[in-house]
């Protein structure tokens, strides 16, 4: 218990945030049955807070009603948290359960779930992960499906993914030229190794590509072996969805067009260690990084080729192969991006940070380290991370997005303040730009490069606490520089007056951080749910705009002052609100007072299949800020 008065200011942005009344059928307090989802959704992504005793309106702002018999719902809340029928593992002790007083009698209580470790998940209710495991998208608790729950498992029980012995598989499936190129690496750089000399089995053995099961007495070639130096063939067999992506943009950014591209299209051996070697040459190709010189020797090896081989080999050895995701780098005009299948094993904070080393592909992280790429004591990130910034880079982009799930960095070639966005910026804003301080105008410059920016983001880039740049982004709304969208962790912020740059369009590279939940940009949704999640998530102020603008309530009127009227009127309604704007699905829903998902599956994806209406960023369906315009020429 704390004598602190509950204050809605001391409600951290940075942190997800779920708020429950839990007032009962007597007002007096009790637990509500949602929280469980909650826990378990928290404990399986990235943690958060939930809040009993206040109540979240419909504008996402929190109103505080407080709970007359605290100990009444607390005693309840041990009760089944320590119940294993109730829920699969407590993750708290008393420290992260505070009760805070409201100044009336009332106490508000708090509840800090964090994220549970890899070994502890799946994190799931009701004595079933099947069915009980959740997960938080946006700003709500989704069931996980069977098989995102089965990777949590196989993830609990495997230090090394790569270390399984392949049934059937024989030294005959890998391709002996790539091998041969991988022995003359390790030969030419460290001479007097003693593995040179081993023969093709035995060297397999001790590099990791091959192995004996002590128990079983079970021996064959790894995952790991065949995925550095197998054919294509074998791999596929092996790993079904195996697939390798590298694209290099031209030099408008163009995303339906590239100007080189490598797939695993049968004209190479498809493994690991040869697109490493191909793709790293694509990426030092035509850096306009000028060299140094260490003594009287030319140095070509700069801190940016550093940093991109170093983010290359970490994608590689952290994916998960036998996830629905490709492993995929992007060669934009200004940033170079990597994204890898599966979520991190340690949280964004701890990789930046560095020394927590939970490699999901030790062995293929090995192979690499023999020959003197990547590093095995967890300091890729941070040595990714300090490279750049050594050619005063912007800071790297680095985050997780849960749909489907991969992990994902971006590094831009663009300095912190480039040169003509604070002239663009001072000719906006006029001298009072130049009188911001220096954090300040890192925000507002960040908001300008990279489309919009967030507390998460701001910490990345200053290093400063959430707390304080929470007072920052608001004294910068204050005055008129920044616009919010979004509450709690998923709020963004774009320069005021200012068109925001359509990242759909001008990357070919997921999306930006802040929206850490978003889906990445090429995979086809997995279902009609997960388009569908966001939809609650969609239109924060706009929406309140829309709700208010009397002229679209007008034209939305022969179906919003109705129930049951003909499809045609409801499509013919639509294409008259979409008509020169983009609206959100829960705008379009709310101003013909329908529900989201019956808007969405009775009219806005059959529109969109005849060609009716468009949408804002046509390559990322699920796109969290996803918008609908009526195609002019579309086909009635």
């Not at 992504?45 to 719902?73: C, M, N, Q, S, Y």
Request: aromatic share 8%; hydrophobic share 35%; glycine share 8%.
């Amino acid at each position: 218990m704390t004598d602190a008065v509950f204050n809605l200011d001391n409600v951290r942005e940075d942190l997800e945030l779920e708020a429950k009344r839990a007032g009962g059928r007597d007002g007096k307090g009790t637990l509500p049955k949602e929280l469980w989802e909650t826990y378990s959704a928290f404990a399986n992504t990235d943690g958060g807070v939930i809040l009993l005793g206040v109540e979240e309106r419909p504008d996402h702002t929190l109103e505080v009603f407080g709970i007359e018999k605290p100990a009444r719902v607390l005693d309840e809340f041990w009760a089944q948290l320590n119940n294993p029928q109730k829920v699969s593992r407590n993750l708290l002790d008393r420290e992260c359960v505070t009760q805070y007083s409201t100044g009336d009698g009332r106490s508000v209580v708090e509840i800090y779930v964090p994220r549970a470790t890899r070994r502890a998940r799946p994190i799931y209710i009701n004595g079933n992960p099947i069915t009980g495991t959740f997960k938080r998208q946006h700003a709500g608790d989704y069931h996980c499906t069977e098989e995102e729950v089965r990777r949590m498992m196989a993830e609990q029980s495997e230090d090394e993914r790569d270390a399984r012995i392949l049934t059937g598989f024989t030294i005959k499936d890998l391709d002996q030229e790539c091998l041969k190129a991988y022995r003359n690496r390790l030969a030419s750089l460290k001479p007097d190794h003693p593995y040179n000399s081993a023969e093709p089995l035995d060297f397999l053995r001790k590099v990791g590509g091959w192995r004996t099961d002590r128990i079983s007495g079970d021996e064959g070639l790894t995952v790991a072996g065949l995925l550095m130096f197998g054919k294509l063939e074998a791999i596929n067999e092996a790993l079904p969805y195996y697939f390798l992506d590298y694209r290099e943009l031209p030099i408008d950014g163009a995303k339906t067009t590239w100007v080189d591209r490598l797939t695993p299209d049968g004209t190479w051996s498809g493994n690991l260690y040869d697109f490493y070697r191909s793709v790293i040459q694509r990426l030092f190709r035509d850096l306009k990084v000028p060299f140094r010189l260490d003594g009287q020797e030319r140095e070509d090896d700069t801190p940016v080729h550093k940093a991109l081989r170093e983010a290359l080999i970490n994608a590689i050895v952290h994916a998960d192969y036998s996830a629905s995701t490709s492993i995929l780098v992007v060669k934009g005009p200004d940033y170079v991006g990597f994204r890898n299948p599966g979520l991190m094993r340690v949280s964004i904070d701890q990789a930046l940070e560095g020394g927590q080393s939970d490699c999901r592909n030790r062995s293929l992280q090995r192979m690499f380290s023999l020959i003197g790429l990547g590093e095995q004591a967890g300091s890729g990130i941070p040595r990714v991370v300090e490279n750049w910034k050594a050619q005063h880079y912007r800071f790297p982009e680095l985050w997780e997005s849960q749909e489907p799930e991969s992990t994902l960095m971006r590094l831009r070639m663009v300095s912190l303040l480039p040169e003509e966005t604070l002239a663009e910026l001072r000719g906006h804003f006029g001298s009072d730009f130049d009188r911001l301080g220096e954090n300040e105008r890192l925000a507002v410059t960040t908001a300008r490069v990279e489309s919009f920016v967030s507390n998460g983001r701001v910490q990345q880039i200053t290093r400063l606490h959430p707390r304080d740049i929470t007072i920052l982004l608001k004294k910068l709304v204050e005055r008129g520089y920044l616009l919010p969208d979004g509450h709690g962790r998923a709020t963004t912020y774009r320069v005021s007056g200012l068109e925001a740059i359509d990242l759909a369009h001008s990357t070919d590279f997921s999306t930006h951080p802040s929206a850490s939940r978003m889906r990445s940009d090429d995979i086809p949704p997995s279902s009609d749910h997960l388009e569908a999640s966001s939809d609650h998530l969609e239109a924060s102020s706009d929406h309140l705009k829309t709700k208010l603008d009397p002229i679209l309530v007008e034209i939305a009127e022969p179906v919003r002052s109705r129930g049951k009227v003909l499809p045609e009127l409801v499509e013919a309604t639509i294409l008259d609100l979409c008509r020169g704007r983009f609206l959100s699905l829960s705008e379009i829903a709310n101003l013909l007072d329908r529900k989201s998902n019956g808007v969405r599956f009775r009219f806005i994806k059959p529109m969109l299949t005849k060609g009716l209406l468009e949408r804002r960023f046509p390559q990322q369906p699920n796109h969290e800020r996803q918008a609908y315009r009526t195609r002019e020429g579309g086909h009635e």
